[in-house]
């Protein structure tokens, strides 16, 4: 069994803080043959510089940017390597310097958490994140080959060279090890779904019901159409920088913490470890699933647990303070591109113990709307619709998940999904029945931005800091 030194568990300490005062997107498509990759990158681009309530005019908030960080996955969607270079020209950022980064289904956390370390370190005051992808070029067989290239050949492709048929088996590994009923998983698709039936920049919003969700279509078994995000155009941008810019720039700036996570990719064949403990856990927190993992042939990770999301949650709470994170978090986006990812996650990031997972859906903490109570619910997940219901344009997803947690902290929930004009923008009606999402008093937030099978995993929190 693998047990970490001292070192290895040791939080990251920055150099000064690091705040974000700004956030575009684009909507989400399957297709977007009118828009170049670039002409995406610039729509979040000047939704970031003119939509923000700054202080300053966008030119002059442009001119402070010293540093880029772009997130693409894939080259192989566009045939263009080193995107990055081309966007960053068409954006007018030359001669600055820029950095393409690409860690899996986790590069739009990655790029968040490298602006973050430049901003941390002194290496930049302003530095802009931006992230995109574009998966509308080739079939979507063809596109679950990319992107499961991703995968150990050795291990994984195996097992039929698209990611459902990875996660597949996790799905049968967790419902049997927890005693989790498949109509969690069901509800957690309806929930994202539906919530992403009130955002304009969503691709798959719906209102469905659970009965829908596993009468639907099997992609990979257990996992069923309505329960795997479909691939995105799109592109996501943020702007982060040190306090003193951030409070020239911005009345309403949010504090940021980052950390992350990696973990082998040969998912079936981990070693085990112990499980790194959160502040809110003790060493007798798991005495009993430590036993009961050996008479299942089990271990940690084992097929049911993220090392690297656990890693990377440990990280970030120890920087950001976090005692309990049901209590201390007002809202969450989680990785949700399938509803196994999502509910394994639960655990990982401590919104419940391990092996107690599907509680947090049945209790009805993670709506916005308990429907158990009736009140707002403790921790409400994927309010922005998620990988599920809105978007997964790779390189922009983290990022993304990011700018909905700063619009809620900041209050304006309302502003970007609201407006009839927003959606106008995008070619869509505001919905008659449209209603606001907007958490009350909502102080801090996390984002999971999560690769492959666990392989890499960033933590972002938010917190609200005037």
Same mark, same amino acid.
């Given at each position: 069994?693998?047990?970490?030194?001292?070192?290895?568990?040791?939080?990251?300490?920055?150099? &000064?803080?690091?705040?974000?005062?700004?956030?575009? #997107?684009?909507?989400?498509?399957?297709?977007?043959?009118?828009?170049?990759?670039?002409?995406?990158?610039?729509?979040?681009?000047?939704?970031?510089?003119?939509?923000?309530?700054?202080?300053?005019?966008?030119?002059?908030?442009?001119?402070?940017?010293?540093?880029?960080?772009?997130?693409?996955?894939?080259?192989? /969607?566009?045939?263009?390597?080193?995107?990055?270079?081309?966007?960053?020209?068409?954006?007018?950022?030359?001669?600055?310097?820029? $950095?393409?980064?690409?860690?899996?289904?986790?590069?739009?956390?990655?790029?968040?958490?490298?602006?973050? *370390?430049?901003?941390?370190?002194?290496?930049?005051?302003?530095?802009?994140?931006?992230?995109?992808? &574009?998966?509308?070029?080739?079939?979507?067989?063809?596109?679950?080959?990319?992107?499961?290239?991703?995968?150990?050949?050795?291990?994984?492709?195996?097992?039929?060279? $698209?990611?459902?048929?990875?996660?597949?088996?996790?799905?049968?590994? /967790?419902?049997?090890?927890?005693?989790?009923?498949?109509?969690?998983?069901?509800?957690?698709?309806?929930?994202?779904?539906?919530?992403?039936?009130? *955002?304009?920049?969503?691709?798959?919003?719906?209102?469905?019901?659970?009965?829908?969700?596993? +009468?639907?279509?099997?992609?990979?078994?257990?996992?069923?159409?309505?329960?795997?995000?479909?691939?995105?155009?799109?592109?996501?941008?943020?702007? $982060?920088?040190?306090?003193?810019?951030?409070?020239?720039?911005?009345?309403?700036?949010?504090? !940021?913490?980052?950390?992350?996570?990696?973990?082998?990719?040969?998912?079936?064949?981990?070693?085990?470890?112990?499980?790194?403990?959160?502040?809110?856990?003790?060493?007798?927190?798991?005495?009993?699933?430590?036993?009961?993992?050996?008479?299942?042939?089990?271990?940690?990770?084992?097929?049911?647990?993220?090392?690297?999301?656990?890693?990377?949650?440990?990280?970030?709470?120890?920087?950001?303070?976090?005692?309990?994170?049901?209590?201390? !978090?007002? !809202?969450?986006? #989680?990785?949700?591109?399938?509803?196994?990812?999502?509910?394994?996650?639960?655990?990982?990031?401590?919104?419940?113990?391990?092996?107690?997972?599907?509680?947090?859906?049945?209790?009805?903490?993670?709506?916005?709307?308990?429907?158990?109570?009736?009140?707002?619910?403790?921790?409400? +997940?994927?309010? *922005?619709?998620?990988?599920?219901? #809105?978007?997964?344009?790779?390189? +922009?997803?983290?990022? /993304?998940?990011?700018?909905?947690?700063?619009?809620?902290?900041?209050?304006?929930?309302?502003?970007?999904?609201?407006?009839?004009?927003?959606?106008? &923008?995008?070619?869509?009606?505001?919905?008659?029945?449209?209603?606001?999402?907007?958490?009350?008093?909502?102080?801090?937030?996390?984002? $999971?931005?999560?690769?492959?099978?666990? *392989?890499?995993?960033?933590?972002?929190?938010?917190?609200?800091?005037?």
């Amino acid at each position: 069994m693998i047990e970490f030194a001292p070192g290895n568990l040791r939080i990251p300490k920055w150099t &000064r803080p690091v705040y974000m005062v700004a956030a575009g #997107t684009t909507d989400f498509r399957k297709k977007y043959p009118e828009k170049k990759i670039e002409e995406l990158a610039m729509m979040a681009f000047k939704m970031m510089l003119e939509e923000n309530d700054l202080k300053m005019d966008p030119l002059a908030v442009k001119g402070l940017i010293n540093f880029a960080c772009y997130g693409e996955f894939a080259d192989h /969607f566009q045939d263009q390597l080193l995107c990055e270079s081309k966007v960053h020209d068409y954006l007018g950022l030359d001669p600055l310097y820029n $950095i393409g980064i690409k860690t899996g289904g986790a590069t739009g956390g990655s790029a968040m958490l490298t602006g973050m *370390s430049t901003v941390a370190s002194g290496l930049a005051d302003c530095t802009l994140v931006l992230g995109w992808e &574009r998966m509308d070029e080739v079939k979507t067989w063809t596109g679950n080959y990319y992107i499961a290239s991703a995968a150990c050949k050795d291990f994984e492709t195996r097992l039929g060279r $698209i990611y459902t048929s990875y996660y597949a088996p996790m799905a049968r590994r /967790f419902q049997h090890a927890y005693g989790v009923d498949e109509r969690v998983r069901a509800a957690i698709a309806v929930k994202n779904r539906g919530y992403a039936y009130h *955002s304009p920049f969503s691709q798959q919003p719906g209102k469905h019901t659970v009965e829908e969700v596993l +009468a639907g279509a099997i992609v990979s078994d257990p996992l069923r159409f309505l329960e795997c995000c479909a691939m995105s155009v799109g592109a996501s941008a943020a702007l $982060i920088c040190s306090e003193e810019m951030a409070y020239k720039l911005s009345d309403k700036p949010v504090r !940021l913490y980052g950390a992350g996570g990696s973990h082998t990719l040969r998912c079936g064949d981990r070693r085990p470890m112990k499980i790194p403990l959160l502040p809110n856990e003790t060493e007798d927190t798991y005495k009993q699933l430590y036993k009961d993992m050996e008479k299942m042939d089990g271990r940690w990770p084992g097929f049911e647990s993220f090392a690297a999301a656990r890693f990377a949650a440990y990280l970030a709470y120890g920087m950001a303070g976090i005692k309990n994170p049901i209590e201390d !978090l007002d !809202l969450v986006e #989680t990785h949700d591109a399938f509803t196994i990812s999502d509910l394994q996650t639960y655990g990982d990031v401590g919104l419940t113990y391990y092996g107690e997972e599907q509680n947090y859906v049945t209790s009805g903490e993670c709506y916005l709307e308990n429907p158990v109570t009736g009140k707002q619910g403790k921790c409400p +997940a994927n309010l *922005s619709g998620g990988l599920l219901g #809105t978007m997964h344009s790779v390189g +922009a997803t983290g990022i /993304f998940q990011c700018n909905e947690i700063f619009w809620q902290l900041q209050g304006k929930y309302d502003k970007f999904h609201g407006d009839p004009k927003m959606w106008s &923008r995008y070619g869509k009606k505001k919905p008659a029945d449209w209603k606001s999402l907007q958490v009350q008093n909502a102080r801090k937030g996390l984002a $999971i931005s999560h690769a492959g099978v666990g *392989s890499h995993v960033t933590c972002s929190i938010l917190e609200k800091a005037w």
